[in-house]
Every structure is written in structure tokens, then in C-alpha cells.
């Protein structure tokens, strides 16, 4: 059973950093995307950060890209979102997805996505 646990959330102040952390299990195949999506409440669910195994190729969103970093432990199937320079906006829960054998990594098309952690809460104070 491929299973995805994220950790690392908490309460950081405006401007302070986080880390993500993101297991998957229960897989042996080595050519997978390991995703990160947030949903604030009453927010539509945006695609964060993807790295793919393959390659290490990584891909960021605009609201993102220069504070986050994603990086990956292929051998341990861990993911990390480095989080600096946080924004207060809203309470969004992270969450950590990756997909069968061979999908690409995607921050739209998350339905590709068919394993799911429950998330992780990010609670940035201003």
C-alpha cells in the first residue's frame, strides 16, 4: 500500500521559514513526482512545488518561486519545501502528493496525482 505522510507544520511568524518534510512508502519503482499543494479555506488548491525523481528537475509556482525550495532523498523517497521569507495569508493546509509509476510532475493537473497525504497545517502570524 503506497502511503504519503507530510510533516514539519507549525506556527511561524511573517517573514520566518518552515520546512516541509514529505515520506512516501510501499512503492519500489523508482521514477515517480513527489508534489506540494496548499489549500487556505475558502481558497482554491494551488500547486506549490514538484520534483521529479528521474531527473531532479523542479518546478515552482510564481507565488513561490524564489522562497521556496524543494529538494528530495530518492534513496529514503523523502521530499523537503524549504519555506523562507513566509506571507501571512491565511491558514493553508499543506499537502504532499505522488503518483504511480512514471508520472510527471504537474502543479494544474493534480488529479494525476494518486497518493495523498492528510497535510499539514501552516499557520503564518503577521
Known amino acids: 500500500e503506497v502511503k504519503v505522510v507530510e510533516s514539519g507544520g507549525g506556527l511561524v511568524q511573517a517573514g520566518g521559514s518552515l520546512r516541509l518534510s514529505c515520506k512516501a512508502s510501499?512503492?519500489?519503482?523508482?521514477?515517480?513526482?513527489i508534489g506540494w499543494f496548499r489549500q487556505a479555506p475558502g481558497k482554491q488548491r494551488e500547486g506549490v512545488s514538484c520534483i521529479s525523481s528521474s531527473d531532479g528537475s523542479t518546478y515552482y509556482s510564481d507565488s513561490v518561486k524564489g522562497r521556496f525550495t524543494i529538494s528530495s532523498d530518492s534513496a529514503k523517497k523523502m521530499a523537503y519545501l524549504q519555506m523562507n521569507s513566509l506571507e501571512a495569508e491565511g491558514t493553508p493546509v499543506y499537502c504532499c502528493a505522488s503518483g504511480v509509476d512514471g508520472t510527471e510532475c504537474t502543479l494544474r493537473d493534480y488529479y494525476v496525482l494518486a497518493y495523498w497525504g492528510n497535510g499539514t497545517l501552516v499557520t503564518v502570524s503577521s
Open positions: 510501499g512503492f519500489t519503482y523508482t521514477n515517480y513526482a
